[in-house]
């Protein structure tokens, strides 16, 4: 009886050793960081190095902080631009403990590091927005150029439609500044901040509507414009075609009439030439010509002149031809009508 007692007893020592054991013993992970606390305050310098490590048993406390490289993922938010345009912007940031001991001092936790996150990268954000154009949120960079820039500058010389704002900084250098300003803040709770982006940027519903109904508008007047214009060179076109018919006609009736007027006037010489050699031979001319006058002049035409006129001149002197005897001889064969005696009225 005396041994199992004493069994009981050895029992119940190691299952306290072994308690007292696992509660002075604990391991450190790659990824891991630990802070040691005693009533809730920090003892000694964190614990960077993995491996197995000691600290009194249930007087002391491991807290452990992660090592790797942490995210933040901010609420999408419905903010102001400078112009008054309300957008919803949605950013993201990395961020790394690097001073655990002033990361547990003032946040404790990853959740109140997340909270303190939000409240000083949202700031930061909403204060950006606010002192910039949306174009500058927009853009990426000042020096990137739409490819519709050129078009609107050539469809619109007045200027009056898609006059873009010109770009001082740029999408890119808001970020920074976003960036820098919340990396010195942070730094205080012993975080070091590795990247701030905008993850997404989305007009409000209502400015959507409008927007697209400017862009709508806009390109319209751009399209206009370049019917307009299109129409103008076919205008331009078509009276330069009508210009050159004109002078290509022209000249083509030039040409026909000096040609018709160098034949009738050599053909004139040449008929000239060859009645002028005697006197019966121009007579020849002369009445061959006015018997095509004739022709001319009374074809399908009714044409008053007086018998004195030059033009009849050749009419005028015609004489009537005497009969031949086969004429007469006709004319005596012929038949003469038989006429009734008339009785005496005595």
Avoid: C
């Avoid at 190691?14 to 809730?40: C, M, N, P, R, W």
């Avoid at 309300?86 to 961020?95: F, G, N, S």
């Avoid at 770009?167 to 205080?188: C, N, S, V």
């Amino acid at each position: 009886m005396k041994k199992l007692g004493i069994g009981f007893l050895a029992a119940f020592i190691v299952i306290i050793l072994l308690l007292v054991a696992s509660g002075g013993i604990y391991t450190v992970d790659e990824t891991k960081q630990v802070i040691v606390t005693q009533f809730g305050e920090p003892v000694g310098e964190p614990i960077k190095e993995p491996g197995l490590k000691f600290k009194i048993p249930f007087l002391q406390k491991a807290n452990f902080f992660d090592k790797r490289i942490l995210e933040w993922d901010g609420r999408p938010t419905e903010m102001p631009t400078k112009d008054k345009t309300y957008i919803m912007v949605d950013t993201y940031a990395r961020w790394t403990i690097t001073d655990p001991l002033r990361y547990f001092e003032k946040l404790r936790d990853e959740r109140s590091a997340q909270s303190r996150l939000d409240d000083i990268l949202g700031s930061e954000v909403r204060n950006s927005i606010a002192k910039h154009e949306l174009i500058e949120v927009i853009r990426t960079t000042k020096d990137r150029k739409p490819l519709v820039e050129e078009d609107i500058a050539e469809a619109d010389m007045t200027g009056s439609v898609g006059k873009l704002i010109p770009i001082r900084r740029g999408r890119t250098a808001l970020e920074q500044d976003i960036y820098t300003t919340a990396k010195a803040k942070l730094g205080e709770f012993g975080i070091e901040l590795l990247d701030a982006r905008f993850k997404r940027i989305n007009y409000n519903q209502s400015v959507q509507e409008r927007i697209y109904e400017r862009m709508i508008s806009e390109r319209q007047q751009i399209a206009e414009r370049f019917r307009s214009e299109g129409a103008g060179e076919a205008a331009k076109i078509l009276g330069d075609m009508e210009r050159d018919l004109r002078k290509i006609e022209s000249e083509a009736y030039k040409t026909v009439q000096e040609t018709k007027g160098e034949a009738d006037a050599k053909a004139t010489e040449i008929y000239a030439k060859a009645f002028n050699q005697s006197e019966e031979a121009a007579e020849f001319y002369e009445f061959t010509r006015t018997l095509e006058l004739y022709g001319d002049v009374l074809g399908d035409s009714t044409v008053v002149l007086s018998t004195d006129s030059d033009l009849f001149k050749y009419l005028k002197s015609v004489k009537p031809v005497a009969p031949t005897n086969s004429e007469e001889a006709a004319q005596a064969t012929k038949p003469k009508p038989k006429t009734r005696p008339v009785a005496d009225e005595g």
